[in-house]
Every structure is written in structure tokens, then in C-alpha cells.
């Protein structure tokens, strides 16, 4: 059973579109991220949820709309596709920050979005 | 605000060198400390983690010991294998996640 799984895996589109990336985990945890990774593989986080709360936004353009319809989903939607989106979107969760035994975050295998 | 640096690549060894890759931390609480390893085309996994200070984590030969007077978690492995190769990116969890740039390590057979 995969623990975190986001949806599509590969994802190609035109500039100005709007598309989602769908992200679900089975682990119970009440904490959920999405990171963008550039492709000098640097990691940025781009928002947090808690409990289906945002609790973080990291200065991410307002194209960008994290959606948490229940605790265990994620979705990411954008708006107007750039071609400065393209990069591989990530998905995890984590138990709460409380949980000092088991902090780590599960990360999904990656949504490859290319925008032309 | 909380940061990671670490040690910039691409790092090159032979198989069976000794690796070190650094890393150090800044954090206004007392955060916890993780590597994760990212292998080509696949998505982040965790290496291992240190939750306090002068924990040792460790997982499949590699090490790394929380270092809270130097703020420092550095990498360590004794003997590398070519299977090794990957991207490594050192992270800390406080109030969220945040990770180092990320550093890749070639080994060359």
C-alpha cells in the first residue's frame, strides 16, 4: 500500500491552462505539505495544512490553491499555467509537531508538470 | 529565520572511500533533525533522523549525530557503493519542514 500517492505522475500542458495535482495519504496524519523542487533540486515548501487547516503559505502566487476537502487529501490546483511552473511538485504529511518520536514527513513520488 | 546549509556538489568518490557531507542548522526552538535521500526519477526518502541533541540516527551504514554546540548534523558513511549515488538533503522540523539545497554524490566503481 503506498503511503502518500499523488496523481498524475507526469503532467504536460499548455501555457495559460488551469490544471490539479491530487494527493492522498493512508497514514493517519493530520499534517500535509506541498513543496515545489526546481531543477537545480532545490526543495521550497510552498503551503502546510493541519487538520484540513492552512497553516502555512509560503509567498506562493495566488494562481497557486491548495484545496483539503478531509484530513487525509491534498489537492493542488493552478490557475494560468507559466512556463516558469514547470518543476516537480511534492506531496507529504507528517504526524502533528507534538509527536517528538515520529517527526519525519512521507513524501509522495512527485508530479513532473511541464509547461510549453 | 530556520535554515539548513549544506556542503554544495556534486561530490565524487571512489567505491569504498569514506563520505562525510556536511551540514549545519539555524533554528530558534530545538528542532528535529533529519537526512533524506532522493535516487533519480524518485521521490524523497528518509534516511534517518536525530529528535535531541547528541542523538546518533543511523540507517544502512550511513550516520549522523545532532550536534547542538555546533548546530551541525553531518552525513557519514564508512564505505560507499556505487548505489549510493543520489541527491542527500539534510532538513530540520521546528515549526515546519525545511530543507538544505541538497547535495549530489557520484561513486564511481
Known amino acids: 500500500d503506498t503511503a502518500v500517492s499523488q496523481t498524475p505522475k507526469y503532467l504536460v500542458t499548455q501555457m495559460g491552462n488551469d490544471k490539479s495535482i491530487k494527493c492522498e495519504q493512508n497514514l493517519g496524519h493530520d499534517t500535509m505539505y506541498w513543496y515545489k523542487q526546481d531543477s537545480k533540486k532545490f526543495l521550497k515548501i510552498m503551503f502546510s495544512?493541519?487538520?484540513?487547516?492552512?497553516?502555512i503559505n509560503e509567498t506562493v502566487p495566488n494562481r497557486f490553491s491548495p484545496k483539503s476537502p478531509d484530513k487525509a487529501h491534498l489537492n493542488l490546483h493552478i490557475n494560468s499555467l507559466e512556463l516558469g511552473d514547470s518543476a516537480v511538485y511534492f506531496c507529504a504529511s507528517s504526524p502533528p509537531t507534538g509527536d517528538w518520536d515520529h517527526t519525519e514527513a512521507f513524501f509522495g513520488q512527485g508530479t513532473r508538470l511541464t509547461v510549453v | 529565520g530556520d535554515s539548513v546549509t549544506q556542503m554544495e556538489g556534486p561530490v565524487t568518490l571512489s567505491e569504498e572511500a569514506f563520505l562525510t557531507i556536511n551540514c549545519t542548522y539555524t533554528a530558534t526552538g530545538y528542532p528535529s533533525l533529519f537526512w533524506y535521500v532522493q535516487y533519480p526519477g524518485e521521490g524523497l526518502q528518509l534516511l534517518l533522523k536525530?529528535?535531541?541533541?547528541?542523538d546518533k540516527g543511523s540507517n544502512k551504514g550511513f550516520e549522523a549525530t545532532y550536534r547542538k554546540e555546533t548546530t551541525s548534523f553531518h552525513l557519514e558513511k564508512g564505505s560507499v557503493q556505487v548505489s549510493d549515488s543520489a541527491v542527500y538533503f539534510c532538513a530540520l522540523r521546528d515549526d515546519k519542514i525545511i530543507f538544505g539545497k541538497g547535495t549530489r554524490l557520484h561513486i564511481l566503481p
Open positions: 495544512y493541519n487538520n484540513k487547516e492552512l497553516i
Open positions: 536525530a529528535t535531541k541533541a547528541d
